[in-house]
T-cell receptor, first 115, second 113 residues
Framework: AQSVTQLGSHVSVSEGALVLLRCNYS??????LFWYVQYPNQGLQLLLK??????LVKGINGFEAEFKKSETSFHLTKPSAHMSDAAEYFC?????????????FGTGTRLQVTL | DADVTQTPRNRITKTGKRIMLECSQT?????MYWYRQDPGLGLRLIYY???????NKGEISDGYSVSRQAQAKFSLSLESAIPNQTALYFC????????????FGPGTRLTVL
């Protein structure tokens, strides 16, 4: 069965510092992987996705993620954090079940950005 | 206008009451999903629907039921609400492949007293 593990439920960085949010996946077949962001009192918004093309994926708001099969990882990074990046981030893997495609989500990482 | 809308956005109810949460979408997607979000647990799938005639249970369907009234509408019901159903509920849609990800509504915050 496919699953994702997000290491660290809370991450705190200073404004301007590197953001690194970790996600490891488990999948018996080539996965599709996604990062979502949730701002306070809002729904989830897609940041970026990996669908078996380029292993380095660029998303919105300056975020990117690299698919590393050997490490079963899909970590999210941003070179320089902004205060507006404070939110909760979810990694997800697509599960294929027959003709359906379901997502399994990690438990989330809350990013705090300090001055 | 939002592609995926949910009503109500907030609801407080009492134990034993019947509650319906509604979801509408304008994306033209066949697939729709209901999730609940609890702190520290991420999102868990309650029910999903391939199309109007196809409904499937997710990982936590006990205590919930759904109705797919049309391609664009997918409702979630709690027949007899209990306090541990207090959570944030999200509706989502996707295309058949799921390759573009899922599109989420703004959520419904439900409190069961």
């Amino acid at each position: 069965a496919q699953s994702v593990t997000q290491l660290g439920s809370h991450v705190s960085v200073s404004e301007g510092a590197l953001v690194l949010l970790r996600c490891n996946y488990s999948s018996s077949v080539p996965p599709y992987l996604f990062w979502y962001v949730q701002y306070p009192n809002q729904g989830l918004q897609l940041l970026l996705k990996y669908t078996s093309a380029a292993t380095l994926v660029k998303g919105i708001n300056g975020f990117e993620a690299e698919f590393k099969k050997s490490e079963t990882s899909f970590h999210l990074t941003k070179p320089s954090a902004h205060m507006s990046d404070a939110a909760e981030y979810f990694c997800a893997v697509r599960i294929n079940t027959g003709t359906a495609s379901k997502l399994t989500f990690g438990t989330g990482t809350r990013l705090q950005v300090t001055l | 206008d939002a592609d995926v809308t949910q009503t109500p956005r907030n609801r407080i109810t009492k134990t034993g009451k019947r509650i319906m949460l509604e979801c509408s979408q304008t994306k033209g997607h066949d697939r729709m999903y209901w999730y609940r979000q609890d702190p520290g647990l991420g999102l868990r799938l309650i029910y999903y629907s391939f199309d109007v005639k196809d409904i499937n249970k997710g990982e936590i369907s006990d205590g919930y039921s759904v109705s797919r009234q049309a391609q664009a509408k997918f409702s979630l019901s709690l027949e007899s609400a209990i306090p541990n159903q207090t959570a944030l509920y999200f509706c989502a849609t996707s295309d058949p492949t799921g390759a573009t990800g899922q599109f989420f509504g703004p959520g419904t915050r439900l409190t069961v007293l």
